[in-house]
């Protein structure tokens, strides 16, 4: 069975750097930060003080007052984005196309936010104060099933968890159901709203966190002194169709999605696998089923966390795929600016690798000051490059050993 030609015609995103795609591209780019002081925790109850959260958000905007309150956080920025992603695209969900348009929408651990809030009314005042809406708003595939609600898509409905690459497997995912003809539009992407005490008390008794006060300098991928992520929330969603799809509405194209590659580590529930072999297998996966040389490959936006071994690791299993080419490649790490958005990160990353292409500027990876040997690739030091990219690759790894990469590639009909 030939598969399908998967292009991108839909862009929606509310992160740290701003609530559209527009804002969050040019301050990327601009090298601004997302990170502060955290206000959604009391910062003095833990070693970590910074986070990167979304300003001004008022759900309002996006959904009726009454759905909203019916809906984690993390649901509330998917059904904004995914507005945002299918008015970009100038999608009609018709009845007519409604069943051959799916959702795929993946988060790393839900609504954490609804589960503390609920969990202590019921300590205090039993479970008929419990709210009937709580396991609706806490369980991980809402987001999917608010969009598809919100929207009336009516095709193939999914969530993949996988951690902090949840939203690339999503769209990999949702990829493949377009390729193999099970639907010809797919909403997809990943969101995320982890910023609450136990959140940040289970990464900071993990020793995942950054302690840099410093909230200009504290997410620092590849640089010698990093010392762990800045915690992040937000949402990124992309409209995927088929080619033909795209080309009988006249839709505009940005980009087209090529390879996909998910593999497991096998190895610890948090340490990434010794040289980074699961995600260098990830990356090879993605450049083989994208059909392109390792040499054609232009930028890399890496999973670039901040942590020890992520950044060292990550940089050996990129050398270990591209040879003697890895040093030709701009490897950056938007998470600098963003924070990690978990489930969200390799979504909103997508968008970035795809802006990438489409405007011929690399986003850099800001507050580099310290070379690390480790880390010896291009990681486009604290200013924006200009460069030509025809092939971008985004890679998300996430606990558990999940490794997945994602190929897209300039449009050329």
């Known amino acids: 069975m030939e598969k399908k030609r998967v292009v991108v015609t839909g862009l929606g995103a509310v992160t740290p750097l701003g609530n559209t795609v527009d804002s969050f591209w040019n301050n990327l780019l601009a090298g601004k930060s997302g990170i502060d002081y955290v206000t959604k925790v009391n910062k003095d109850d833990f070693p970590a003080k910074v986070a990167a959260e979304l300003k001004d958000w008022d759900p309002s905007v996006y959904m009726e007052k009454k759905d909203a309150k019916r809906m984690d956080l993390f649901t509330q920025y998917a059904v904004a984005a995914a ?21 795929w929408i993946g988060s790393g651990i839900g ?17 008929r104060r419990v709210s009937p809406f709580f396991v609706p708003m806490l369980i991980p595939d809402m987001a999917a099933g608010q969009v598809s609600i919100q929207l009336g898509a009516k ?59 410093d909230p200009k300098t504290a997410s620092r991928p590849f640089d010698k002194n990093r010392d762990g992520f800045v915690m992040g929330e937000g949402s990124g969603i992309l409209i995927i169709e088929s080619l033909e799809s795209a080309q009988n509405r006249g839709a505009r194209i940005y980009a087209e999605l090529v390879g996909y590659g998910s593999a497991g580590d096998a190895y610890h529930i948090t340490s990434p696998a010794p040289e980074g072999e699961g995600a260098a297998r990830a990356m090879n996966q993605a450049i083989s089923d994208a059909g392109v040389d390792l040499t054609a490959v232009d930028y890399i936006n890496a999973h670039g966390t901040s942590t020890e071994l992520n950044d060292s690791f990550e940089t050996k299993a990129i050398k270990q795929v591209f040879g003697d080419h890895a040093y030709n490649l701009s490897v950056s790490s938007t998470k600098s600016m963003t924070g990690h958005l978990l489930g969200a990160a390799g979504a909103v990353e997508a ?5 990438a ?19 010896d690739l291009d990681v486009v030091p604290n200013e924006t490059k200009a460069k030509e990219v025809n092939v971008a690759l985004s890679n998300s790894l996430g606990f558990g050993g999940h490794n997945a990469a994602l190929v897209f590639k300039k449009y050329n009909g």
């Open 83 to 103: 507005k945002m992603a299918v008015e970009d695209a100038k999608l009609d969900i018709t009845d007519e196309i409604a069943p051959r348009v799916g959702v």
């Open 111 to 127: 609504g954490m936010a609804t589960y503390e809030e609920q969990f202590h009314k019921f300590i205090e005042k039993g479970y």
């Open 155 to 213: 095709g193939i409905n999914s969530c993949t968890v996988t951690a902090c690459a949840s939203g690339a497997n999503s769209i990999g995912d949702a990829f493949k159901v377009i390729q193999r003809g099970d639907a010809d539009v797919m909403i997809t992407g990943g969101a995320e709203a982890p910023l609450t005490n136990m959140s940040f008390a289970g990464f900071s008794s993990a020793k995942a966190l950054s302690t840099n006060g």
């Open 357 to 375: 292409i489409i405007d011929s500027k690399v986003p850099p990876t800001i507050n580099y000051e310290t070379p690390d040997p480790e880390c």
């Open 351 to 355: 968008i970035a690798s795809i802006k």
